[in-house]
């Protein structure tokens, strides 16, 4: 979702809707490359000799144990590059927006100059690796360069690193050029304090502005299987011209063998290129028109297949031969005039029919890539990986790389299942269920670096009804939330793992903006793990919660439950409720209850309340907590009866900091503890409880 915290206009990914002028913190960078943007504090690597370093298995970078059951079941073994071998540096730790650490999973990489390298230790069998990375942009925009992968010291494949998805400037929504002028320079900016087309003289503005958006990632299969304790060596060429190479992480896996299928219309009969040289869009439809005709599926074979257009879906199976094997690749297509929707492009993607014209059902997608050619944010464009309507559909095991958001639906619709896939690299959301989805989950997704929310449901229009979004794991997202819930009916969040999101958002909100329906019935949040979680909001220059809650358009009064989450290193607070103070006097949260939670580490308060309204504790057991364990604002008056939010203590609320316990008997119901800004206390690493 577009982010928005005052005033403003701007538009959504496909639909316009009320917007901030956003502010950020300054970044004075007067060229784009490592240097400037490391951030954190950069060491000496792991040592690159000696005796054999064991792999270090992470999840979210953190020690499985601690999120045992919780996020993804995902076919592949994460290793921080910071705990690898290596003879190059380690940047980070590091949680300042702008910055390389702050977009790297856990908030620390390694920087690789010609020459350096890293190098992991398989933890078990694999023939396939996803490197994580970052290079420098070039001053016009978009560069390559070299990296070497070989496993213990044998067959060496070479990866070309690119910029060109990675590097977006400016306000939004953002462009792919370091040295343009604001896009809005009538949008107040916080590195001046002003509106600088109203300022006089005009302020000078560094370039380039904002940059954000580091990361990209690329799969290789090794070409064999190897075994554990094998050594895959990342290096960068000694004759690289790149001067500095970040590398985040690896994941390694053992990719099954093709799926075949021969009882089905394969897209080669019906003249599709798996070579990618010629457009394979219209063989595609043939298969699928056969494949409708005689009742069978459509079986895409392994291969790398140009499609520059929609795939129209509609009561049809289409398998492909795996993600790592069967690859839709496509370019970004300029119209010649705007659709009717307002898209100004066209690209890759499988599209349900409009909900308009009865949306499409009994649609089934499995086992392939979906390679898309974004580079920009144009929210008026439908260049997402699968879009449309679809209901009693499914989608599952799909790698989805480069769209703008990797699956939007636009309802009325229901009984969609989404499960096993892995969204990468979006210039927006991840999944996105927009107006009147119902009776659909989300499961075991894989969602790393989004350009927007992680996963939402925006019940605008029409509310989201009986969704869940369930054990799945959403990492890194550069602006927004790992999971936004804008309004709706008796929806579900559970066993999700979310971590490291970077501004404007943070791990789970509750949120009543972007013209969303209100709260109604229930509203579960159950048995989630945030890391790293709770963001600098630089327009209110405030830390925000691990989970927030926003009153922003009308009150959040639904019966909220929020149970069995564990809340760990908390930039800021773990629980925040808040109204933005032009409407701190007409909208209230109430009715959210609060059971069997575990805080660790907070660098401030582990309630934090910026709103009217009550709340219900029990069993909340917190530790290593930074500042006074409740922050009660409530709506600013500060009257002798004291603050407009209430603190009900059910017991067994446990444990707390330097201040004491972090529901004392002095704070309740509506102490008024408020200190606006207060000092921010680093947690230590979390661990077992």
Known sequence: MSRSITGGVAVRSGRPRRRAAVAFASVTAAAVGLSLLAGGTARAGAPASGAAQAPVVTRAALDPALVAGRGANVGFAEQEAE????????????????????????????????????????????????????VPDAPGGGRTAPLDVTVDGGHRQRMTLTSQYAWLYNQYPFSNDPGGDLLHPDWWITECSCVPSATTPAPVISKPFRPNHFYDEQRLLLGRTYRAGDKVRLAV????????????????????????????????????????????????????????????KVYIPPGTYQVNRHIIVDDVTIEGAGSWYTIIKGHQVDLATPAPDGSVHTGVGFYGKDAAVGG??????????????????????????????????????????????????????SHLTISGNTIADQIADGINFHTGVSDSTVSDN????????????????????????????????VLANGIAIYGGTDNTVSGNLVA??????????????????????????????????????????????????????????????????????????????????????????????????????????????????????????????????????????????????????????????????????????????CDDRPPVVTPPAPSQW
């Open 83 to 134: 705990n690898a071998a290596t003879n190059g540096t380690v940047i980070g730790p590091g949680r300042d927006a702008y910055t390389l650490p702050a977009e790297a999973s856990g908030r620390q990489a390694v920087s690789l100059a010609p020459g350096q390298y890293v190098e992991f230790t398989l933890p078990s069998a694999a023939n396939a690796v996803t490197v994580r990375y970052s």
């Open 237 to 296: 060429p000694a004759g690289s011209t790149v001067a500095a190479t970040t590398v985040d992480l690896l994941d390694s896996q053992l990719v099954a063998a093709p799926h075949v299928d021969v009882v089905a219309a394969n897209v080669l009969a019906f003249g599709a290129d798996p070579t990618g040289r010629r457009d394979s869009a219209p063989a595609i439809d043939r298969a699928i028109a056969f494949a409708k005709r005689t009742h069978l």
């Open 360 to 413: 499409s059902s009994n649609v089934h997608l499995s086992g392939f890539a979906i390679e898309g050619d974004v580079r920009e944010r144009i929210d008026t464009d439908q260049v997402n990986g699968i879009g449309g309507a679809l209901s009693d559909s499914s989608i599952e095991g799909l790698y989805i790389h480069h769209t703008k958001v990797g699956m939007w639906f636009d309802g009325p619709m």
């Open 446 to 477: 894989f969602v790393r670096n989004t350009g927007d929310d992680g996963l939402a449901m925006w019940s605008e229009k029409t509310e989201d009804t009986r969704d869940t979004f369930t054990h799945n794991t959403v990492q890194t997202p």
């Open 500 to 673: 490291d999101p970077l501004r404007e958002g943070s791990a789970i909100q509750v949120g009543s903006r972007f013209g969303a329906e209100p709260f109604t019935g229930h509203l579960w949040i159950t048995d989630n793990t945030t890391v790293r979680a709770g963001t600098y909001e630089l327009n209110w220059k405030i830390g925000l919660g691990a989970i927030w809650f926003y009153a922003l358009e009308k009150n959040i009064d639904a019966d909220v439950e929020v149970t069995g989450d564990h809340f760990l290193d908390n930039t800021y607070n773990a629980i925040m409720l808040v109204s933005d103070f032009p409407v701190k006097d007409l909208y209230s949260i109430t009715n959210v209850h609060f059971k069997d939670i575990r805080v660790d580490g907070t660098g401030t308060s582990v309630l934090s309340a910026r709103s009217a309204g009550s709340a219900s504790f029990e069993n909340v057991d917190a530790r290593n907590v930074g500042a006074v364990g409740v922050n009660n604002c409530g709506s600013f008056h500060f009257t002798p009866a004291g603050s407009e939010f209430s603190v009900t203590d059910l017991g067994g609320n446990d444990g707390g900091g330097t201040t004491g316990p972090w529901l004392a008997s002095w704070e309740e119901p509506n102490t008024i503890t």
